[in-house]
Nanobody, 127 residues
Framework: QVQLLESGGGSVQAGGSLNISCAAS????????MAWFRQGPGKERERVAN????????YYADSVKGRFTLSRDNAKNTLYLRMNSLKPEDTAMYYC????????????????????WGQGTQVTVSS
């Protein structure tokens, strides 16, 4: 069974940093769109960042660009999100998602098109 397991969430002060991870099992994450979404209280789900693991193309939402960075450990089938300069508005449940992709596939797609999801990890940023 394909499974995505997020970890690394927690509570931090504004300006702090946090690393969250998504470990994939049941398949190799190469040839995939891998993405982080988040949903804060009273807000719609937002695509934070994603990567096409074939082409290497990455996307970052304007709200996190320059502060968040994707990385991956191919041997561990794990995707990481390094979050720096955290702000209270970054508070949300963060979800990992995946779908199959080729070189020319756009991963900048609706959440409904991602067919594998983790349970989420909570990130709370306080002032």
């Amino acid at each position: 069974q394909v499974q995505l397991l997020e970890s690394g969430g927690g509570s931090v002060q504004a300006g702090g940093s946090l690393n969250i991870s998504c470990a994939a099992s049941g398949y190799t994450y190469s040839g995939r769109c891998m993405a982080w979404f988040r949903q804060g209280p009273g807000k719609e789900r937002e695509r934070v960042a994603n990567i096409n693991t074939v082409s290497g193309y990455t996307y970052y939402a304007d709200s996190v660009k320059g502060r968040f960075t994707l990385s991956r450990d191919n041997a561990k089938n794990t995707l990481y999100l390094r979050m720096n300069s955290l702000k209270p508005e970054d508070t949300a449940m963060y979800y990992c998602a995946a779908r199959s992709a080729g070189y020319g596939t756009s991963c900048n797609i609706l959440a409904s098109e991602y067919n594998y999801w983790g349970q989420g990890t909570q990130v709370t940023v306080s002032s």
